[in-house]
């Protein structure tokens, strides 16, 4: 890239930072002591700021650089991301939106611990929420990479590092200070520059081919070397039997993923009632799936227009795919037009990943403190005291997110986002609706819940083609795989919902019907709620 992109989208970028460092310094300054303003910003957000702060939370680098670099690599199969990512959102709304928003206070611990032992429950539902964060982290730092080794005109590994650095310094800062009130204008922020950025690729796009979507797939098909089989079903996952199975498996953790993300569940608590907090989902949907929709026109888009083999060059995991095609569109490389639009859809890239970070931080900060401080104590912990130990808990999720991001800096950051999916739909979407749904769930079946799902699913993964056995694995030179499937979910998720009946009826314990009946009013009516 020549030195205009670098000056144009470094000064772009840095305007961007520099905005939400106000905001953030801005916020700062209000009262954060109280762990209802540091963790859920006061309650005070309206369906629609919410709802905004959802889908930026939402649509991350695996979105906006993953999905789209997959598109365009294979095609209709790569498509699976956008529709699995979309329909994820009707299980939100119909299953726990409101429900959680009812049951619980600050984290997905909370609506279980409500007629459980607290301290079992809150330590694994923590640690699962930990390790749920930790992964979806690890694909942001992985967009960074890739979008600062192309913005700087190079693959340069000590640039790609400096950058992942970078990112979780900054995070770090926005959560330590501003807590959840910054995070969610910084998500806003972001939420609206994403969707005006997609908007003008899109048009760009279908002006090049005269508003014609057949042209353009037709195209696509033509430049991807692969002709129909480009816009047909099994490109990348209709090889064998175990592709088709991954492909079921990713579908699984996809779908029923996104009700386990703890950063999304605890935007939930960010809105005073029930009603607001499904008036928020209907919001988010809105956004979101327009922004999918888009994402199908780039991804082919960049297919048309750039080429497979171009997209490949400059990264073989597709996560460059958008910016190369912003640069196309504009001109293309040297032209004034080509600098300006990259500039941008790159300072666009990476604030979508600073505002999704920091999101993810304090979701898992507040996991840290609320659920495994305050039940590691042997003295009960005080509000403010929680609060210092959330800040310091970001840095200590910052520096893990940093040293696995440099470690899978050649994934594509969707993908890796898909075994976040998978972790949160095997290890907490289980325990949540068990405590929601069933009247006989006990303390034993929310703990093997949590437990059966998390412990397959990360040890499915360490012994999976992602870890070892295969040149794209993250430790290429060595060869432990022993499952065949890059995505755990078809195992895992059935585990963690298998292990949760079990539990609950080897258990001795007596189901606290008391307690059930006062959470079924709660979640139900809202009476009691935070």
């Known amino acids: 890239m020549t030195g205009d992109h670098q000056t144009l989208g470094l000064l772009l970028f840095s305007g961007f930072v520099a905005v939400t460092l106000g905001i953030t310094t801005w916020v700062s300054r209000n009262r954060q002591g109280s762990a209802e303003e540091f963790y859920v910003g006061g309650r005070l957000f309206t369906p629609m700021e919410n709802g ?39 299980v939100v709304l119909l299953l726990v939106a409101e429900l959680v928003r009812n049951c619980g206070r600050f984290t997905l611990a909370d609506v279980v611990a409500a007629r459980m032992r607290e301290r079992p429950v809150r330590i694994a539902t923590g640690t699962s929420s930990v390790t749920v964060s930790v992964l979806y982290l690890v694909a942001q730092m992985v967009g960074a990479g890739s979008l600062v080794a192309l913005l700087l005109g190079g693959t340069s590994e000590a640039a790609r590092s400096w950058t992942v ?56 098909a033509a430049r991807s070397g692969q002709g129909e ?15 088709r199975f991954d492909f079921i498996s990713l579908g699984l ?5 996104t009700a386990g993300l703890p950063h999304i569940l605890s935007r939930f608590y960010t809105v005073p009632t029930a009603r607001a907090a499904r008036r928020s989902v209907v919001w988010a949907i809105g956004l979101i799936g327009g922004f999918y929709l888009m994402t199908i026109v780039l991804g082919f888009g960049a297919a048309a227009i750039v080429g497979p083999a171009a997209v490949r060059a400059s990264n073989a995991a597709g996560n460059t795919a958008v910016p190369l095609l912003a640069l196309d569109l504009g001109g293309g490389p040297g032209s004034t037009g080509g600098t300006v639009l990259f500039a941008v859809v790159a300072a666009i890239a990476f604030a979508t990943i600073l505002a999704v970070v920091a999101g993810i931080t304090l979701a898992s ?16 912990s005080g509000p403010r005291s929680e609060v210092r130990v959330a800040r ?41 609706l068990y405590s929601l749904f069933w009247r006989g769930f006990t303390t034993r079946g929310a703990v093997w819940s949590v437990y059966g799902g998390l412990i397959p ?27 065949p499937l890059q995505n755990p979910g078809l195992v895992s998720i059935p585990l963690g919902f298998l292990a949760g009946w079990l539990g609950t009826v080897t258990s001795a314990e007596t189901p606290d019907a008391a307690k059930h009946a006062e959470t079924q009013v709660r979640a139900l009516t809202g009476a009691g709620a935070a």
């Open 392 to 432: 310091a808990a970001a840095v200590g999720v910052g520096v893990v997110a940093i040293a696995l991001g440099l470690l899978a800096r050649d994934l594509n950051v969707a993908f890796l986002v898909g075994l976040a999916f998978a972790v949160a739909a095997s290890a907490n979407l289980p325990v949540l």
């Open 52 to 90: 905004f702060a959802i889908a930026g939370d939402y649509m991350s680098a695996a979105s906006f650089l993953g999905i789209s670099g997959l598109i365009a690599l294979f095609g209709y199969d790569g498509m699976l991301y956008s529709v699995g990512f979309l329909v994820a959102w009707l």
């Open 253 to 257: 953790a996809l779908v029923l993923g």
């Open 457 to 483: 699913a990360v040890a499915l993964v360490a012994l999976s083609p992602v870890v070892s056995g295969s040149p794209e694995s993250l430790f290429p030179g060595v060869d432990f795989q022993c499952f």
């Open 165 to 220: 650095i970078g990112v979780g310094a900054l995070m770090v800062i926005y959560v330590s200070l501003g807590g959840m009130r910054a995070t969610t204008w910084i998500q806003i922020v972001k939420a609206v520059l994403l969707m005006g950025g997609a908007i003008a690729l899109t048009v760009l796009v279908l002006t090049r081919f005269h508003g014609d979507f057949d042209q353009l797939l037709r195209t696509a």
């Open 229 to 243: 089989a480009f816009l047909a079903p099994g490109l990348k996952y209709g090889g064998d039997w175990t592709a």
């Open 365 to 380: 900060s507040a996991s840290v403190a609320h659920d495994l401080y305050a039940s590691l104590r042997r003295r009960r």
